[in-house]
């Protein structure tokens, strides 16, 4: 089974303090991404990766930066915490597209809260 | 953007009803996928139908796409309790998926 590793389940932090959350993916899978989601607003695209090095912008990038230096892992950056950022975040990875399917493996989220 | 939109927001329902939610999305699609989540955990993958298709079955699962509307349907039958999660659909558009508010379903026993 494809298994996604989210590294603190739970994480409290400080305003302006810098937030790193790590996922790391066994499967060998090309893609990967993370969301936030919040009540209401379900999950929302901050950014995906299709190979290392590589990262693309999704629909709210705003006060975040990704690194992917490996394969298997995708971190999540926030350079700056906020309290406009407590939120849940959810790193998921996929193969390859075929035919334009594109099915995603979770990990089990990481609730952040910023004080 | 959030691409679909679920309906209902939640739903309530006896053990052995159907269940039946709503997912209603803006642009073209390659894809359309169904996926839960469980209280405080993250997304499982329920099933996937393509933008050619206009039912598809897994289980006590069944999924119906209609392209000329940008809606589909998940019913889930004779539900159990374990049924109870939230459930979302996702369309693939442009490389990503993007996902609904979800439906939350209580099964009640």
């Known amino acids: 089974d494809v298994k996604v590793t989210q590294s603190s389940r739970y994480l409290v932090k400080r305003t302006g303090e810098k937030v790193f959350l790590e996922c790391v993916q066994d499967?060998?899978?090309?893609?990967m991404f993370w969301y936030r989601q919040d009540p209401g607003l379900g999950l929302r695209l901050i950014y995906f990766s299709y190979d290392v090095k590589m990262k693309e912008k999704g629909d709210i990038p705003e006060g975040y930066s990704v690194s992917r230096e490996k394969k298997e892992r995708f971190s999540l950056i926030l350079e700056s915490a906020s309290t406009n950022q407590t939120s849940m975040y959810l790193c998921?990875?996929?193969?390859?597209?075929?035919?334009?399917?594109?099915?995603?493996?979770f990990g089990a989220g990481s609730r952040l809260t910023v004080l | 953007s959030q691409q679909g939109e679920e309906d209902p927001q939640a739903l309530s329902i006896q053990e052995g009803e159907n269940a039946t939610m709503n997912c209603s999305y803006k642009?073209?699609?390659?894809?359309l996928q169904w996926y839960r989540q469980n209280s405080g955990r993250g997304l499982v993958h329920l099933i996937l139908i393509r933008s050619n298709e206009r039912e598809k079955h897994s289980g006590r699962l069944r999924v119906t796409l209609d392209t000329s509307k940008k809606s589909s349907s998940l019913l889930i039958t004779a539900s159990r309790a374990a049924d109870t999660a939230s459930y979302f659909c996702?369309?693939?558009?442009?490389?990503?998926?993007?996902f609904g508010a979800g439906t939350t379903v209580t099964v009640r026993a």
């Open positions: 996702a369309t693939f558009n442009d490389y990503k998926l993007s």
């Open positions: 998921a990875s996929s193969g390859l597209t075929v035919a334009g399917a594109n099915v995603l493996t």
């Open positions: 642009t073209s699609i390659n894809n």
């Open positions: 499967m060998d899978h090309e893609n």
